[in-house]
């Protein structure tokens, strides 16, 4: 099955450290997206990326950064990881081909703790 | 600013009731309507969409409405079923990716 996958699913660290949180996907979509979710707050986008060669910052990109190592892989730094960042973090992906209802596909998440 | 507000935080629902959850945006450029459900430890899922050329679309239990003067749209479930309780986002797109809004919880109580 054609998939969004998302390692790991669950991390615990502690202030300061670098914390790397990896997506890959086998739909074929040109379009990776990395999302945080937190309690009250609903959805909110941190990166996204169009192509391999395109990475464009989202609502929230302050503290974290990304790297698209090719179509099928993005993946989301912490570089210094803090307490307030521990949250729920999401990839999707999107085919440029879906046109203006940019239906996204989303991978199982990965919760981050960060003490 | 929130460009998407859905203004329910949660939602309790009978069996066999109608579930009506709405969603209002600021932005008039906005052309897309999505609707996403999301269970506990799972990614969020496309549950239904509708274009800004059309006010209803209807996939079995679900319809969405879509009011473009009132920059508003709500989705209808009928009728509803323990297994619809989840939080439901409601997204819109335009020329930049999909904006959600912060969720409502539905819980159908049998």
């Known amino acids: 099955d054609a998939d969004v996958t998302q390692t790991p699913r669950n991390r615990i660290t502690k202030t300061g450290k670098r914390i790397m949180l990896e997506c890959s996907q086998t739909?074929?979509?040109?379009?990776m997206y990395w999302y945080r979710q937190d309690p009250g707050l609903g959805l909110r986008l941190i990166y996204y990326?169009?192509?391999?060669?395109?990475?464009n910052k989202g609502e929230i990109s302050d503290g974290y950064s990304v790297s698209r190592q090719a179509q099928a892989k993005f993946s989301l730094s912490l570089e210094s990881a803090i307490p307030n960042q521990t949250a729920l973090y999401f990839c999707a992906t999107s085919d440029r081909t879906s046109g203006s209802s940019n239906e996204q596909f989303f991978g199982p998440g990965t919760r981050l703790t960060v003490l | 600013d929130q460009q998407v507000k859905q203004n329910s935080p949660s939602l309790s629902v009978q069996e066999g009731r109608i579930s009506i959850l709405n969603c209002d945006y600021t932005n008039s450029m906005f052309d897309y309507f999505l609707w996403y459900k999301k269970y506990p430890a799972e990614g969020p899922t496309f549950l239904i969409s509708?274009?800004?050329?059309?006010d209803k679309n209807e996939d079995g239990r679900f319809t969405v409405f879509l009011n473009k003067s009132a920059k508003h749209l709500s989705l209808h479930i009928v009728p509803s079923q323990p297994g619809d309780s989840a939080v439901y986002f409601c997204a819109v797109s335009g020329n930049t990716p999909l904006v959600f809004g912060k969720g409502t919880r539905l819980s159908v109580i049998a």
């Open positions: 990326s169009f192509d391999v060669k395109d990475i």
């Open positions: 739909k074929g979509h040109d379009r």
């Open positions: 509708i274009s800004s050329i059309k």
